[in-house]
T-cell receptor, first 113, second 116 residues
Framework: DQQVKQNSPSLSVQEGRISILNCDYT??????FLWYKKYPAEGPTFLIS?????DKNEDGRFTVFLNKSAKHLSLHIVPSQPGDSAVYFC????????????FGQGTRLTINP | SAVISQKPSRDICQRGTSLTIQCQVD?????MFWYRQQPGQSLTLIAT?????????ESGFVIDKFPISRPNLTFSTLTVSNMSPEDSSIYLC?????????????FGEGSWLTVV
């Protein structure tokens, strides 16, 4: 039972353009969402989060959008830079639970010069 | 944020042996978590380590295989017991900062274990 899904295992974007990473979830109890960036053999690095009371959160080049009715969120990176090449994980948690995170499978983003 | 240090960062282990991974945080935290990422897979929660009480294990993980200690609010250990090649993974310690739910969960650098 995959409660958090990232249906695109990989994405290739040209430098300077917008990268859009998508994530879907099935558990309606989830109300806090996070995006992490991960390089091989390293721990995930927190990027940005959003709670269910918002539909958008922005931090520099990163913006996360949440569509609760569709149970869908997306991460926009603009402009994309070569250093953004990594695996991006979407994660979800329920505030009333133990705040443990449920992760998607990840999307490998490659930024081409 | 929190600075989380893990030891060892990488190790090659013999089948049947056990290895203990240490996690040190630079501030006191209530909740610490241990995750695993097997090759090509996503991150999976092993257990929640709470100071002063037994760890809470997720489905598919048991205390005999993954004993956890949490002696204080800044330190935890995870032991991978009687290792087999299927235990080859990155093991990640993470903490939740802040007293209120919804605060961010941060991760250590991970401990990459290869079982031969």
């Amino acid at each position: 039972d995959q409660q958090v899904k990232q249906n695109s295992p990989s994405l290739s974007v040209q430098e300077g353009r917008i990268s859009i990473l998508n994530c879907d979830y099935t558990n309606s109890m989830f109300d806090y969402f996070l995006w992490y960036k991960k390089y091989p053999a390293e721990g995930p690095t927190f990027l940005i989060s959003i709670s269910s009371i918002k539909d958008k959160n922005e931090d520099g080049r990163f913006t996360v959008f949440l569509n609760k009715s569709a149970k869908h969120l997306s991460l926009h990176i603009v402009p994309s830079q070569p250093g953004d090449s990594a695996v991006y994980f979407c994660a979800a948690s329920a505030l009333q639970g133990a705040q443990k995170l449920v992760f998607g499978q990840g999307t490998r983003l490659t930024i081409n010069p | 944020s929190a600075v989380i240090s893990q030891k060892p960062s990488r190790d090659i282990c013999q089948r049947g042996t056990s290895l203990t991974i240490q996690c040190q945080v630079d501030s006191q935290v209530t909740m610490m978590f241990w995750y695993r990422q097997q090759p090509g897979q996503s991150l999976t929660l092993i257990a929640t380590a709470n100071q002063g009480s037994e760890a809470t294990y997720e489905s598919g993980f048991v205390i005999d295989k993954f004993p956890i200690s949490r002696p204080n609010l800044t330190f935890s250990t995870l032991t991978v017991s009687n290792m087999s090649p299927e235990d080859s993974s990155i093991y990640l310690c993470s903490v939740r900062t802040g007293a209120h739910s919804g605060n961010t969960i941060y991760f250590g650098e991970g401990s990459w274990l290869t079982v031969v």
